[in-house]
């Protein structure tokens, strides 16, 4: 697509990936772990029901119940104030006590973007919620967050919205960021339909099967940080 120029009196906007590109995990994946390690039951229930979440991720069509299926077993039966006080203590616990999981090399490239003039958006797969929180955690300033929505059904959470591939940009565009922007940084290829709206695309850590896809998309050599 051809990128309109940046408007002359607005500033440039700047979007980040989060699971392993602000944080070295995926974020979700581990607050679903340590819920479903309250209980051997929920544990050994997902364990039964892993095989058919991870063949339903195969398909967009079916990607959310593969999310919804271990979120509700690990949720059901908490209250919401239950669920937001677990994700606090959660923070807490991996985020804000050590900096193990922090990628501080892209965290300061976040804040040098800043400093340029950027407006910063987290665009992530990540419960909105839960990126909040562990952005606050992270001390990554002012910056607006879209992430994927959950909703509460039949006694627990549900997925409702994953904000991943194009999605991430709909999203992104449907919460007021405009529809092209000045860089982007990201870990993955599954954000290519991002890649291809941004001026300036840079990788985190990439794996090479992710490199070497984003590279030929966008037709030659991309930067590359290694933190």
């Known amino acids: 697509m051809t990128l309109a120029p940046t408007a002359p009196d607005r500033p440039p ?11 070295r995990c995926d974020s979700f994946t581990w607050l679903n772990v340590d819920l479903l390690k309250r209980s051997a039951l929920r544990a050994t229930l997902f364990f039964l029901l892993a095989p058919l979440c991870a063949l339903c991720y195969l398909s967009p069509k079916t990607r959310l119940l593969s999310l919804s299926i271990p979120l509700w077993l690990a949720t059901v039966g908490m209250s919401e104030g239950e ?3 677990f994700i606090a203590e959660h923070v807490a616990r991996r985020y804000e006590q050590t900096q193990d999981l922090w990628c501080l090399g892209a ?10 003039g950027a407006r910063i958006w987290i665009a992530t797969g990540c419960a909105q ?8 955690a992270l001390g990554l300033g002012e910056v607006k967050i879209v992430g994927s929505q959950l909703q509460r059904r039949w006694g627990g959470y549900v997925a409702r919205a994953h904000c991943i591939e194009q999605n991430k940009v709909d999203m992104l565009m449907a919460r007021g960021a405009g529809d092209a922007w000045d860089a982007a940084y990201t870990d993955s ?7 291809l709206r941004v001026r300036r695309p840079h990788l985190v850590n990439p794996e090479p ?17 290694r933190y």
């Open 209 to 225: 099967r992710s490199l070497r896809k984003i590279q030929r998309a966008l037709g030659g050599d991309v930067p590359v940080s």
């Open 107 to 116: 965290i300061a490239d976040l804040h040098n973007e800043r400093a340029r």
């Open 83 to 85: 669920f937001r006080e």
């Open 13 to 23: 906007t700047v979007i980040f990936d989060f699971d392993h590109t602000l944080v």
């Open 189 to 195: 290829a599954r954000d290519l339909p991002l890649l």
């Open 129 to 136: 919620e839960l990126a909040e929180r562990i952005c606050s």
